[in-house]
């Protein structure tokens, strides 16, 4: 035994008995798994506080310019276990864990993961933060904590049923309530005009509304084999906790819903905006993220400054999508108001520290509120949107005086409506795409206008995601078969991954990596069958998981639902697939096919949750035929999250990005199925492409579908007709009778929903044209893809061949390259590590602290 390694196993199993005396009163043979959990957490929580204060105090000696990066969403997944495995210590922690007769696996599952977001975007925040920290660059993050997250999915006989995500019913042992940083937000209220000393307007504030936001910090952790490790602070903001926030004169009144409504604030991410409540909530929420932030902003930036002379050089705001894009106007009222800067400076200085990256071409996604609305809740915020759009209008005029119609299509402002990506690209210097086709799109057709008035401003930075989480944590036996081959500096440098390649066709690096991807499904087959049996249509789990066959192609769709991304499609397939095993019961049978598709749909997108319900539907009716042999399965995994992502993205076989060309901005999944192994089958969308180029068109085999200019010209000429593509295939036409023919709806309300599915195709609904995602035009396509891929599995090893291409090919969608660019492009931020005087410091002084112990009634 490593002596070294013993002796830290001994201090650190010492810690967690210390703990669960002191703070449960449990001994370590009496502790159940939960105290055990926490016992675990505080004792590994005492090293990185030292490394977290450290950081804290090396930056403000240096003065560091800092980046706060502000996000309505974070998913960083259960933090136990990443923080273990950042800290180099799975070993310890396993040799702890063992000497205290406790199951490694049982205790990690205590902990919930995180409810602060649904999808990409808060996944994508949360790599970041781990990129930052690993880097050693100066940042901090800014979001709500809520307090039942986005929700939790159950699914009720395949309906979608949203139930409040209670990840914080017990302690959270990672976060930090900070009182002495908590904030005031007004809302609402009468304005009185004034002038600051510049003579600029500002407008003060009466009979407003106000509301307690509470910080609650979330340590990030840097991964390191030594203990100089960074710690990047996640700040999250409550209403919650605040007691004033509850207006007890409204409830005795009878008005319960006014008397609690600060107080739910931050409740659920994303409420409803399909009535007034849920949108005067939504903009509620955004605005308290940015008032709290920017005044912890400024608070953290007076510490060592007396003025604002050097606030531009030592501040940097990135604002991920529009959600926070409030901001803008928020810091330049303060400066103009509160610290008396004239307005023209106020305006530059908020350009050079806000970046802003956008995250959608759609332009329902692109965020907009009600002029109304805006100025009822935030009146001054407005009147500064109101003056800076007018000033930015009367500049478009100047460069185009004939083109009226150009300032229309530019203004903050038009027709009642506040576009907040256009606020987010005048008041920001630098605007990043987040792949190469979806900065292109920005450039040339959804903001082309702004690209043309600053040419300068648009730039890309094509998304990345941590090798740490999605291998080095996720899928430990593949990290370890890299590290034999390659080395470990790819964990730190992933551009190192392309060395594996050479092994791409070793006979033993092949088996090995098949055994691996083996072993990875049957502890997805072992987890579905404990954790994902079925509900019936009151809740009830009633139902056991279909038997998955082990030698089956691990077939994965996994992420939000959404039209645009086309779970339709592979569903409509996967009936076609059935279809013909019915049709041909002495043909030669195909593969055997697991597909497995989990995600939210957002609570108030019926078509979305109508999707859900004909995939649920056809897998109940599929799992249970006897007829296809089990060489078809359908699952839906349901409350997809960060965890239940780690479990399914080792075991993949096949990566379905199969969004409808130029709609996807990046993706991130696809990163990370491919960096285990997955292939892709795909369109050329989003980050697919630059995936394409890095792997190669040789080790690429599943393209499919048209291309973004293909779908922009049937949209331009209106050439797209569906009812041909039905005309022509008995087989799609076949595919969509089953919609509505009662094949697989067993009740009125899933005849009408899937009928509705089929209408969106044949005839549009909700005023869009019909088949508006090109599912058709792609089926052929796609279906063609798909018999290369039953083709390639029937010969595992040049499968896994093609695997390891792949993997290697992933070294530039590293989060790590991404967030380089961000510091060099956009920030220009430089690493600060850990200052070694200081580090000493605070050790010694916490070592000192920790040898104290108070012995009562003994001598």
Not at 527 to 547: H, V
Not at 559 to 586: A, C, F, G, S, W
Not at 780 to 789: C, E, G, I, P
Not at 812 to 820: N, Q, R, V, W
Request: glycine fraction near 6%; include cysteine; charged fraction near 25%.
């Amino acid at each position: 035994m490593d002596i070294d390694l013993d002796y830290q196993a001994e201090m650190l199993a010492a810690k967690i008995k210390h703990y669960l005396i002191t703070t449960m009163g449990r001994t370590s043979e009496e502790a159940n798994t939960q105290e055990f959990y926490k016992a675990l957490s505080y004792a590994l929580r005492e090293e990185i506080m030292i490394n977290w204060l450290s950081c804290n105090k090396t930056y403000e000696k240096n003065d560091s310019r800092m980046v706060y990066y502000l996000s309505m969403e974070y998913l960083p997944g259960r933090l136990l276990c990443s923080n273990i495995a950042n800290l180099d210590s799975v070993e310890i922690v396993g040799l702890v864990l063992q000497k205290l007769k406790r199951n490694y696996g049982d205790i990690m599952a205590r902990e919930p993961d995180p409810g602060l977001g649904n999808g990409g975007l808060g996944r994508l925040a949360s790599c970041f933060l781990d990129s930052l920290a690993t880097q050693h660059y100066p940042a901090q993050g800014y979001g709500l904590r809520y307090q039942y997250g986005i929700f939790e999915q159950q699914l009720w006989d395949g309906l979608q049923i949203e139930a409040p995500d209670c990840w914080l019913i017990n302690e959270n042992p990672w976060e930090f309530r900070r009182d002495l940083r908590k904030m005031t937000i007004k809302y609402g209220g009468q304005t009185t005009p004034s002038t600051n000393i510049h003579g600029d307007e500002i407008l003060f504030l009466r009979d407003y509304e106000e509301v307690s936001a509470v910080p609650y910090d979330l340590p990030i952790i840097g991964f390191s084999e030594k203990h100089r490790f960074s710690v990047v602070t996640l700040r999250m903001w409550s209403t919650k906790e605040s007691p004033r926030n509850f207006q007890l004169q409204r409830y005795n009144a009878g008005k319960l819903d006014q008397a609690a409504e600060n107080t739910t604030l931050t409740d659920v991410l994303y409420p409803s905006d399909h009535h007034e409540l849920g949108r005067r909530i939504r903009l509620k929420q955004e605005y308290l993220l940015v008032s709290a932030s920017i005044q912890d902003i400024i608070r953290h930036y007076l510490v060592n400054h007396e003025n604002f002379r050097a606030f531009a050089d030592k501040v940097r705001i990135q604002i991920n999508d529009t959600h926070p894009s409030l901001i803008i106007a928020e810091l330049i009222r303060l400066l103009t108001s509160k610290y008396d800067l004239p307005w023209k400076m106020a305006v530059d200085m908020t350009a050079q520290v806000m970046g802003y990256t956008n995250h959608t071409v759609l332009s329902e996604a692109l965020e907009k509120w009600d002029q109304g609305l805006m100025f009822y809740l935030l009146p001054r915020q407005f009147k500064v949107i109101e003056r800076l759009n007018l000033e930015f209008c009367n500049a478009v005029r100047s460069r185009y005086p004939n083109d009226e119609e150009k300032v229309r299509r530019m203004s903050i402002i038009q027709d009642g409506v506040i576009k907040m990506a256009n606020l987010s690209i005048v008041g920001s210097h630098k605007v990043n795409g987040v792949s190469t086709i979806h900065t292109n799109i920005l450039k040339n057709e959804v903001f082309k206008d702004f690209d043309e008035f600053y040419p300068d401003k648009f730039i890309n930075i094509t998304n990345g995601v941590t090798q740490r989480r999605w291998i080095l944590e996720s899928n430990p036996e593949l990290g370890k078969f890299i590290t034999k081959r390659i080395g470990d500096n790819w964990i730190t440098d992933f551009s190192q991954i392309r060395k594996i390649e050479k092994f791409a066709e070793d006979q033993d690096s092949l088996e090995e990596f098949i055994s691996i991807k083996q072993r990875n499904k049957h502890r997805l087959i072992e987890f579905l069958s404990q954790e994902n049996r079925l509900r019936d249509s009151k809740g009830i789990i009633a139902f056991d998981a279909p038997i998955i066959e082990l030698d089956s192609l691990f077939d994965v769709q996994i992420k939000r639902i959404h039209e645009y991304k086309r779970q339709l499609l592979n569903i409509l397939h996967l009936i076609m697939i059935y279809q013909d095993m019915l049709e041909n019961p002495t043909a030669e049978r195909r593969i055997k096919r697991t597909s497995i598709f989990a995600g939210k749909a957002a609570a108030g997108y019926e078509v979305a949750k109508q999707i859900i319900e004909l995939i649920a539907a056809v897998a109940r009716k599929i799992n249970q035929d006897t007829r296809v042999h089990n060489h078809l399965k359908i699952i839906y995994v349901e409350n997809y999250n960060v965890s239940r992502a780690e479990m399914i993205i080792p075991a993949s076989d096949l990566s379905e990005q199969i969004s409808t060309a130029g709609t996807e901005a990046s993706g991130t999944g696809n990163m990370k199925l491919a960096m285990n192994g997955a292939l892709t089958i795909g369109t050329d969308d989003g980050a697919n492409i630059e995936m394409r180029e890095q792997i190669g068109d040789e080790w690429w085999p599943f393209g499919f579908g048209c291309v973004d200019k293909e779908i922009i010209q049937m949209k331009a000429d209106q050439s797209y007709h569906p009812q041909s593509y039905i005309n022509a295939n008995p087989k799609i036409r076949k595919v969509l009778d089953s919609l509505s023919d009662g094949t697989f709806a067993t009740n009125e309300k899933e005849h009408a929903a899937f009928t509705n599915l089929r209408k969106s195709i044949l005839e549009g609904i909700n005023g869009n044209p019909a088949d508006q995602y090109f599912i058709l035009k792609d089926f052929d396509s796609y279906a063609n893809a798909q018999l290369k891929v039953e083709h390639l599995y029937q010969d595992p090893l040049k499968w896994a061949e093609y695997a390891i291409h792949n993997i290697a090919g992933m070294g530039e969608f590293s989060g790590d390259t991404a967030i380089k660019k961000y510091c060099e492009e956009i920030w220009n931020l430089k690493p600060c590590p850990i200052n070694e005087e200081i580090y000493r410091s605070v050790e010694n002084e916490f070592r000192e602290i920790d040898r104290c112990r108070i012995y009562v009634g003994s001598k």
